[in-house]
């Protein structure tokens, strides 16, 4: 998918910065950053705070233990599967204690394409969205007219459904419900050539799921294992909404773990 | 410093970008990453690979446990001190085991800017600089002129010793010598405005340093703390030494850790 | 200190045994121990599920992330010190990031010595003692006389406030107030050459100590660095209060962590 | 299994003491301890060194992050299935990545038994094993004998092969070949009702299998699985075998990790 992003795509994203403000959509790494009740939540530890031999002088040193799917994170492809394969045919298997073999986060490199935030609640008039609320194509349809934003072929779509403040202050109840996408929105991606989704929630989509016969994580399966795409979650895209930015130029700068499965 | 980054320099950085080709400067993360003996190698773990109720699906996650200045990484202002000062004057009392409580690395941001890269040892028709080498500033002048660039107020200048290799095969002996730059580069970065200098080795300045007398990582000191500068680590320059791409736009997405002194 | 678990020591605690009954005192090491809030809550984590070549055959592995005072520990010698010093005059300046250079816990090795367990709150009658209750030394005599039981040389001394289950259920206050021993069982635990004093609680002594002028933790200061003895804080002791258990034979076999400073 | 060590047997134990020495058996902890190359170095970290506000007083904290089967670790019941059953017949299934919900490590509790350990290498005439050696029970049998210790039912039997040195110095090489018990030793300790076997290598048995038909870890299926029994690895044997101490006291009191499959 990311073959996608030629150099023309990258100079033709590079045209949409027009205001030079930079909004960090990460959210903050340690012991603040919103984390599902069911991973753990990082350490930041400095381990180091020593003094050398001329007096006042010193350094210090720390260390991070982090999920990698904890926090603001992407999704890397052998995050999920089907039909005992990933995405492109490859084997299950390939996900093994040591990493995985095939479909690693090292081989997704920047990602440097334009942006469109979807902002659902303010469409609905709400705050944020019910615990049940499943965004279905037709309001993401609905939020991009009202914002006055087209979707193009390749960009990185943001939905907002307003829990990451929900999430990060950590009121977000263990077992759901989180309102998130619909199975239905994987048709309108494909239709789209959207590739990479994000959205302000734990998974992008709805949990649990619409009908329990779809199985756990259905847009997960679809989105990384079928299309090759990627998912973001737990975007802060609170201050792309107070601002009223649906249209931008959308960098992320993954690091390069070996075997990765996720990218803090 | 960063305050320089204003939407004036970003748009005008991003006015650099002109191929749309993506250098990628970080090392991969995990067990293969340039570390130096002193610290621990990198884990990735990953902790559950499970499956589902419906037979053939599943999903896996995994774990990072990193020291922030093992592999590529950004030195933040909290990491060195003397005169029992950070930078701006702030006590290195602030400096505790729960993390930087003033200058954490958590107020960086993304820094957007211009790039130049100075390749030291094709100055000298070496492969790579010898181990105790103190990169001057005329060296860094002769370096610039041979390669048809100018060095700029706010760039990011990041300079090649040859060594990334040695380090990240593990080559690099662990008391030293390690080649970097002089503790005479501090004046030229302050003369030229250069706020942010990377390298492709373990501490950018000359390891041990010139003369015992200067202390332990003089560089660091006038940069992180007299000049509120950071300093980069480890940095992959070779694919820009091969294509001699000496000029660019230079972008980093530092994860937002909350009183970080390094960032991974 | 423990140069007095001679031989003859061993066997004459050995004696104690009567009844064959063995008493866990630690408390369960994961995510549900008990853990001052000021620390990070232990991960351990299934790093492993694999299946080999023979269908139905297969293998886990796991991993365990944990502060070395969270949970049941023992504070080694290196925990603490006073006039820059550690025991036996030792600089605190050899308590460096790499660890402890000098007293390190690598060299305590295993404690087995007789054991008496002095319940306080039984003798007040209560479930537990109040927040801010100092337990003074004719307390301990009081509570050793109406068990039955001496103090003698050597003994370790494990002292209940009945606050296990508050801390292990998470109830305990972050910022105290935390019953426990006074400033003055020092003279006490001197006088009857008690070198390894243990607690159901977060820190053995009361936490705020008694007097501010005292400064941080004054039983911390005088049993580790001045008398060289141990503490032992976050025993389980419910099972020895519920059978009336009070003397009794104490094993306690310490991870030989080199240059520890705390011991799981 | 460990329901045989009743208080009457505690009791009979305690009675082998005779000499009030105690021998450690474990390794150091840290980034020195033995570790397979396939498993993670230790780490151990001081993630604080603090002065409070009294000048010269302070303290410190440490961190310790293992995998549990890294150093000298016994292996619980979760640790290897076949025929996707645990031992008594719980299904793989039930070891998850939050842990092991049945057979977990939490339930083996203190460890106090008659030890017997027999030195293979000492029998041969050699200082270590040669790497394709597979310990036979007659082996077992002879050096019990030219030792002059009885195998009871019962007993902790320790096999030396003199590679505890080869292990600790990173001396083993990663791919094998490691000597071991054979797996015919398995009926061996049927037969003498041993439940607990330790031994100075990475896996007790060994490795690679005697025969590719065994499928791997043979020993570990038949003892874990099969029988409920424990192997305990990277024992250092090394002061037994100098001294000559074949039959002694054997106690072990393992950290109770919720849902642990190995323990360090």
Redo the contacts between chains.
């Keep these: 998918m990311l073959n996608l992003?030629?150099?023309?795509?990258?100079?033709e994203s590079?045209g949409l910065?027009?205001?030079?403000?930079?909004y960090?959509l990460?959210?903050?790494?340690?012991?603040?950053g919103p984390v599902h009740a069911s991973?753990?939540?990082s350490?930041?530890?400095?381990?180091?705070?020593?003094n050398?031999?001329?007096p006042?002088?010193?350094?210090?040193?720390?260390?991070?233990?982090?999920?990698?799917?904890a926090s603001t994170h992407i999704d890397g492809l052998?995050?999920?599967?089907?039909?005992?394969?990933l995405f492109n045919g490859h084997s299950?298997d390939y996900?093994?204690?040591?990493?995985?073999q095939r479909c690693g986060v090292?081989n997704i490199?920047?990602i440097?394409s334009r942006g469109v935030m979807l902002d659902i609640p303010k469409l609905k008039g709400l705050e944020r969205l019910p615990g049940r609320h499943a965004v279905t194509p037709d309001e993401l349809d609905e939020a991009a007219f009202s914002q006055g934003v087209d979707i193009l072929p390749g960009d990185v779509v943001l939905v907002r459904t307003g829990w990451y403040k929900t999430f990060a202050m950590g009121e977000a109840d263990m077992g759901g419900d989180y309102p998130g996408v619909s199975r239905t929105v994987c048709r309108w991606l494909y239709d789209h050539d959207i590739l990479i989704l994000g959205a302000d929630n734990v998974a992008v989509e709805i949990y649990p799921p619409e009908a329990e016969s779809l199985?756990?994580?259905p847009v997960?399966?679809t989105q990384l294992r079928d299309l090759g795409g990627y998912l973001v979650e737990f975007l802060n895209l609170e201050e792309l909404a107070k601002e009223n930015v649906y249209e931008f130029l959308f960098?992320?700068?993954p690091?390069?773990?070996?075997?990765?499965?996720?990218i803090?």
């Design positions: 992003l030629t150099p023309e795509r990258v100079m590079f910065a027009s205001a030079g403000k930079v960090s990460g959210a903050p790494v340690g012991r603040d991973r753990n939540t350490w930041h530890l400095v381990n180091s705070i020593n050398d031999s001329s006042g002088s010193g350094g210090a040193d720390d260390v991070l233990v982090t999920q990698c799917h052998a995050h999920i599967w089907h039909g005992r394969q299950a996900v093994t204690p040591e990493g995985a090292e490199g920047w440097i199985g756990i994580l997960h399966k960098i992320a700068a690091l390069r773990i070996t075997g990765g499965i996720g803090p």
